[in-house]
């Protein structure tokens, strides 16, 4: 099994930051695509940003131009720094890591998520 925990949210005013974090542990080989998701209530999960294992990135309009991405191959670790907070970004924040993991003796992908941190920001 991988294991993907978030850490890293909690309350901020607008116009603050705060920065996520994403590790994955277990068996793994290597460490792929890495996305940042988020749900607001009654809302559906939208993508925010992603990082290919190369560091290309991609952001929602939303967030582009406050939101960065990034990633720590060694640590098998996700990065999310959210800057110039704004209160329509209040949602619980879910990371999505997909791979190779060692299964037995053999590879096989894995694609896992995290439990979700919450983002609180106030206006």
């Known amino acids: 099994q991988v294991e993907v925990v978030e850490s890293g949210g909690g309350l901020a005013q607008a116009g603050g930051s705060l920065r996520l974090s994403c590790a994955a542990s277990?068996?793994?080989?290597?460490?792929?695509?890495m996305r940042w998701y988020r749900q607001a209530p009654g809302e559906q999960r939208e993508l925010v940003a992603s990082?290919?294992?190369?560091?290309?990135?991609h952001y929602a309009e939303s967030v582009k131009g406050r939101f960065t991405v990034s990633r720590d191959n060694t640590k098998n670790t996700a990065y999310l720094q959210m800057n110039n907070l704004k209160p329509q970004d209040t949602a619980v924040y879910y990371c999505?890591?997909?791979?190779?993991?060692?299964?037995?003796?053999?590879?096989?992908?894995?694609?896992?998520w995290g439990q979700g941190t919450q983002v609180t920001v106030s206006s």
């Open positions: 990082i290919t294992s190369g560091g290309t990135t």
């Open positions: 277990g068996r793994i080989v290597s460490s792929n695509g």
């Open positions: 999505n890591i997909g791979g190779i993991k060692l299964l037995g003796d053999y590879d096989h992908e894995y694609d896992s």
